[in-house]
């Protein structure tokens, strides 16, 4: 069965840390690239994040570029995002979701991942952040 599955989620006070976890099943990490998503209330979807399962290569959006970064662990078909410096508008629905890698291992754009052209999608964990 083919799954991304997030966790790592919660409340969180302004300035504190949160490490989000998605482990993905069915498939293999190392020939996709795998985000990280947002989407608050009344707002749409944000991209954040995104890692080359071949090579680790990543791509960052500028709102959370020095405060977030993502890594893989292939061997655990996991990828992290840790997030540090956490604000009040950093409270979404965070999800990972994943994209078969091109031809040879090809990462494409920044532009390309962070709009959301992903093929598979998990359910989201909550993030809030408040005091």
């Known amino acids: 069965q083919v799954e991304l599955v997030e966790s790592g989620g919660g409340l969180v006070q302004p300035g504190g840390s949160l490490r989000l976890s998605c482990v993905v099943s069915?498939?293999?990490?190392?020939?996709?690239?795998i985000g990280w998503f947002r989407q608050a209330p009344g707002k749409e979807r944000e991209g954040l994040s995104c890692?080359?399962?071949?090579?680790?290569?990543?791509y960052y959006a500028d709102s959370v570029k020095g405060r977030f970064t993502i890594s893989g662990d292939n061997a655990k078909n996991t990828v992290y995002l840790q997030m540090n410096g956490l604000k009040p508008e950093d409270t979404a629905v965070y999800y990972c979701?994943?994209?078969?890698?091109?031809?040879?291992?090809?990462?494409?754009?920044?532009?390309?991942?962070?709009?959301?052209?992903?093929?598979?999608w998990g359910k989201g964990t909550l993030v809030t952040v408040s005091s």
């Open positions: 979701a994943a994209d078969p890698l091109g031809q040879g291992g090809t990462f494409y754009s920044k532009r390309y991942y962070l709009e959301g052209n992903m093929d598979l």
């Open positions: 069915g498939f293999s990490s190392d020939d996709h690239a």
């Open positions: 890692i080359s399962g071949s090579d680790g290569s990543t």
